[in-house]
């Protein structure tokens, strides 16, 4: 709102008399000396002693009057030359009492309006300084005509102690007052700055909402964008609170039918629940905080839940259940959902459809085991002509001949034996996987595995040897495929060890299992290949850099028997150095699926 012409002509005498100029404050007083001047020339009656005194007198406030304005064009309002103009006055205006009657002059309260100026200075030194000029100025009289009566000294002095009395009040409230706008002053700038504060919060504050804004928008943007993942928000309750368009894709619901009041568990079936319920046992175990709502949930989603809370990574293969009641392969996770504090308000899912995946394996699988029996017969057949050949007494063979057919009958057993390990893959992943369990020593199953693999070390100039105890390890599994785990890894442990080297194998209890590991100091494995070697047909750079033959079957079928029998596989490997795989093989076996929720490949 603007202001008025007369409020802006207010403020601008308000601006002046805050801060007065030594000219504004000389005004008075030349004012009065000036009135008194002249009703001294105009008024007959008015005694006029020493001419000479009341014109030293004028003359004295004129001076100071023109030091004041020079001091207020040099925009001087403060200091000791300031203070100087009323000094002057006094002694001026003592002049021209002199002048014009002496102590029954009537013009000797104009001292007061000097002694007003100089009193209101800051410090009560200028009440002294007031007494002191008073006490001159009424004096001067007695200067040059000295009183005859006790009576007439008496008022000289009581004068002077009216004036530094009336000063000392002056100085005690230009102090207060001096104080009151110091006070004013700082809340003043308290509030201005609070003021600016508020000015810059305010500003900081839009511009963060802008920013917020900008991300609302970003963030709406790719949750709309996210059709390929199903993403689903749910409370503590497993009651789902966000649903984006991948889920609606994904599991047949609209956002609008899944937000009101719809549980996460209907999207998986009795079965699958039941399962996860099984697998995760050991995380079913009541919480102090613990919603009563979650007493409504199935066991398996809190199994989830708790292993969520645990830290544990959710990650794993599992049916949905849509809708419209089919069932969809979907990869899973679930994280915990915690706001911008940290605290946690629910749970995330992720699902991604599996469904093409799942459909290429089969097809791959089937493709492999098609090809596999296809070649499987016309080698057995080669591999028996073969014998026929070399065994056949009518029609022997020359030397030549018998190391010719010798060739062909090593290579078309190597074919025979990858053909093998194509079923043997192809039975893993389809879940045709069967285990002739039954107890054994797995320290035997050692020792015997170190002693088939001892020629071929011997021929490589390697050396193994088994760090296996006296005392037998029992445990329940199949011998057979044990076996043929611990064949590959020493296989693999003796094909990528120079000459020189060392292969050991080795047995020992852990908690709950047997390690069984084989250790080399070979040419070792990038770390940033060890991810992928359980991958079917890989092969470490390290391999074909060594050109060492194999095709990249040997360790997935090593892990696939391991985790048949309920165990775990991990590698440890330095270029350079050597590497060591280890298996633990628990002494309870377990019956659960090879793949569940929450195992990590």
Same mark, same amino acid.
Do not use: C
């Given at each position: ?20 100029? %030594? ?93 007003? $100026? ?7 030194? $200028? ?18 005509? %000295? ?5 007439? $000294? ?59 804004? @900008? ?32 889920? @609606? ?146 029609? %022997? ?40 369990? @039954? ?20 021929? @490589? ?36 060890? %120079? ?103």
């Amino acid at each position: 709102m603007r202001a008025t012409p007369l409020a802006r002509a207010e403020s601008r005498w308000y601006r002046i008399f805050d801060d007065p100029s %030594p000219l504004l404050k000389q005004a008075p007083t030349v004012i009065a000396a000036a009135v008194a001047g002249l009703l001294t020339w105009w008024v007959p009656d008015l005694p006029v002693a020493h001419a000479a005194s009341a014109i030293g007198g004028i003359a004295l406030v004129l001076g100071a009057t023109v030091l004041a304005a020079v001091l207020t064009a040099r925009r001087i309002h403060d200091g000791w030359a300031v203070l100087l103009i009323p000094i002057i006055d006094i002694i001026g205006l003592g002049l021209f009492r002199t002048g014009t009657g002496g102590p029954g002059s009537l013009f000797s309260a104009l001292v007061l309006l000097p002694v007003v $100026w100089l009193a209101a200075a800051p410090g009560i030194r $200028w009440v002294f300084v007031v007494a002191g000029l008073t006490s001159v100025a009424l004096l001067m009289p007695y200067f040059t005509d %000295p009183p005859h009566t006790s009576t007439e $000294w008496l008022r000289g002095v009581v004068a002077p102690l009216v004036f530094a009395a009336v000063a000392a009040v002056i100085n005690q409230l230009a102090r207060q007052q001096r104080l009151r706008v110091q006070q004013a002053e700082e809340l003043v700038a308290e509030r201005t700055k609070a003021l600016s504060e508020n000015v810059a919060m305010i500003v900081q504050l839009r511009d963060k909402e802008r920013q917020y804004r @900008e991300l609302l928008d970003s963030f709406e943007s790719l949750w709309s964008s996210i059709t390929a993942q199903a993403v689903i928000a749910t409370t503590r309750d497993g009651v789902v609170t966000a649903w984006n368009p991948g889920a @609606e894709r994904l599991l047949g619901l609209s956002a609008g039918e899944a937000l009101k009041d719809v549980r996460v568990d209907r999207f998986f079936s009795t079965a699958v629940l039941s399962m996860l319920a099984a697998e995760h046992a050991d995380r079913l175990q009541p919480s102090e905080d613990r919603r009563s709502g979650e007493d409504e949930l199935s066991p398996g989603i809190q199994a989830l839940f708790a292993q969520a809370d645990a830290g544990l990574t959710v990650d794993g293969d599992i049916e949905v259940t849509t809708a419209g009641g089919t069932t969809v392969p979907a990869r899973v996770t679930v994280s915990p959902h915690k706001d911008g504090a940290g605290a946690q308000q629910g749970y995330l899912f992720v699902l991604t459809d599996e469904t093409r995946a799942v459909e290429v394996a089969r097809m791959k699988d089937e493709f492999v085991g098609m090809i596999s029996h296809e070649l499987r017969t016309p080698l057995s057949a080669i591999i028996g002509f073969l014998d026929l050949l070399q065994n056949d007494p009518g029609q %022997p063979l020359t030397g030549d001949q018998q190391e010719f057919v010798s060739i062909i009958e090593r290579n078309a057993q190597r074919l025979l034996n990858l053909v093998g390990d194509l079923l043997f893959t192809a039975q893993v992943e389809s879940g045709r996987f069967p285990l002739d369990r @039954e107890e054994a020593d797995v320290a035997e199953l050692v020792r015997s595995a170190v002693v088939s693999a001892g020629p071929h070390a011997q021929r @490589e100039g390697i050396e193994i040897d088994a760090e296996v105890g006296p005392d037998p390890v029992r445990l329940v599994v199949d011998s057979g495929r044990i076996g043929q785990a611990l064949d590959n890894l020493l296989s693999n442990a003796i094909k990528f060890t %120079p000459s020189g080297g060392r292969v050991t194998a080795r047995v020992r209890l852990v908690d709950g299992g047997v390690e069984l590991s084989v250790r080399d100091t070979g040419v070792g494995i990038p770390e940033n290949e060890q991810g992928m070697l359980f991958t079917r047909f890989f092969r470490a750079s390290t391999a074909t850099r060594n050109a060492v033959p194999g095709v990249g079957l040997g360790l997935t079928i090593t892990r696939a028997i391991v985790l048949a029998h309920g165990g775990t596989m991990d590698v440890t490997s330095q270029e350079g150095v050597g590497t060591e795989f280890r298996f633990v093989l628990p002494v309870a076996p377990r019956t659960e699926a090879l793949t569940s929720l929450g195992h990590v490949d």
